[in-house]
């Protein structure tokens, strides 16, 4: 009989509803933590595991008493566990951080905050105790993203030299990082700005709002194609990833009067390769795993969906994974590990099951045929049947 009394160990609840979460850079936190005797043993116990995830989100500008915080927890792949302590709590005061993107080099994290964006150094993450209400003067202000209303979508490129914002008043920005020199204002991009995703080259990014997903040559600062909807499809996610380093595809996540459905396009030609409906629930976060072999969905039941990206057979379900929505999806860099977030203030991680690849598939059925063909063999040998 199950201990209604413990959660698993790999279901954490903070007290603060998420909107965002990421995998840490590897050694992002790893010095500022083992600076810290306490900070250690309270976020890794004995386990030499290095890894971390960001959470962000909160109860906003009103008078709930949610606070509003990004925090770092501790990830056990080894032992499936979250660390039910925050390795960090770093409280925002009355700004929500409803949107959060990771720098890949470690320089710190960019924040949408209700209305700008800032730049959070890991150190001063890391430092700051539960009772910092508002660090803003160690904390640096965008200021090409100040007074801009907020922004819905956060993206840098995979080297981390360009960064990609979208605002709820649809208008697209493309600036050089860190220098922030403008590569690209659009101010009607689309009616508003969901999602954006950069190609693995840098050479592409991807926007999506109503009433489309528009593609972009960043160098050229131009669209390029226009990827529309059918029939009764709502766009709600994009992300590109390729399966072996070449041929690169953009996965889009769209939802129908049937449920939630993952759309496929080719990146030469911008046309659909094909679609497949996962779920009969509506989409609520989307993601793809590093070795790009692996699609995660959350869903507005709170189910997570762990799908292979060439076939879009469904690997895993954890069904109710968490009792609210899912909000965000971010896999480990190994792939074998997805932490959610979720609205009902939980992150869960899920250990990736093992399963065996078509080609290992293939031998064991043919091994199996082999040896019920040798015992039907011997059976009709021994009844006189065969000579």
């Known amino acids: 009989m199950a201990n209604q009394g413990n959660p698993p160990a790999n279901l954490q609840r903070y007290g603060v509803p998420f909107y965002a979460t990421a995998w840490v850079p590897e050694d992002a936190v790893r010095s500022n933590i083992s ?46 566990s979250l660390s039910g302590r925050p390795v960090a709590n770093h409280l925002t005061g009355s700004d929500l951080p409803y949107r959060m993107t990771v720098h ?47 922004q819905l979508a956060l993206a840098f490129n995979r080297d981390g030299s360009v960064l990609a914002t979208g605002g709820e008043d649809g208008t697209l920005r493309v600036f050089k990082w860190p220098s922030m020199k403008m590569i690209l204002n659009e101010s009607k991009a689309h009616s508003s700005v969901k999602d954006l995703t950069f190609s693995l080259s840098g050479k592409f990014l991807v926007s999506l709002g109503a009433p489309l997903c528009r593609v972009w040559d960043v160098s050229a600062s131009a669209a390029v194609a226009s990827l529309s909807k059918e029939k009764d499809e709502i766009f709600a996610f994009c992300r590109f990833f390729s399966r072996n380093g070449d041929d690169e595809v953009l996965y889009v996540a769209a939802m129908t009067d049937r449920g939630g459905s993952v759309i496929t396009w080719d990146t030469t030609s911008w046309k659909r390769k094909g679609a497949k409906q996962i779920t009969k629930d509506a989409i609520s976060a989307f993601n793809v795993s590093p070795d790009g072999k692996l699609l995660a969905l959350g869903t507005i039941e709170g189910n997570v969906w762990v799908v292979d990206s060439g076939s879009m057979r469904v690997k895993q379900v954890v069904k109710r994974a968490h009792l609210g929505l899912v909000t965000a999806l971010t896999f480990s860099p190994d792939s074998r590990g997805l932490v959610s977030a979720s609205m009902d203030s939980s992150a869960r991680l899920t250990l990736v099951e093992e399963q065996m690849g078509e080609e290992h598939g293939n031998g064991w059925w043919v091994a199996l045929f ?7 063999v011997y059976f009709l040998k021994s009844r006189g049947f065969l000579l």
Request: hydrophobic fraction near 30%; charged fraction near 25%.
């Open 104 to 150: 890949p080099g470690g320089d710190g994290l960019i924040c949408g905050l209700p209305n700008r964006c800032r730049v959070f150094k890991w150190e001063e993450i890391l430092s700051s105790g539960d009772n910092d209400h508002d660090s803003e003067e160690s904390e640096r202000v965008v200021q090409e993203l100040q007074d801009v209303g907020q």
């Open 370 to 376: 082999v040896v019920m063909l040798a015992v039907l």
């Open 35 to 80: 600076k810290d005797p306490e900070k250690s043993k309270d976020g890794e116990s004995s386990s030499s595991s290095r890894d971390y995830v960001v959470l962000a989100g909160g109860g906003g500008e009103g008078h709930s008493g949610i606070p509003n915080a990004i925090i770092i927890s501790h990830v056990d792949l080894a032992a499936n």
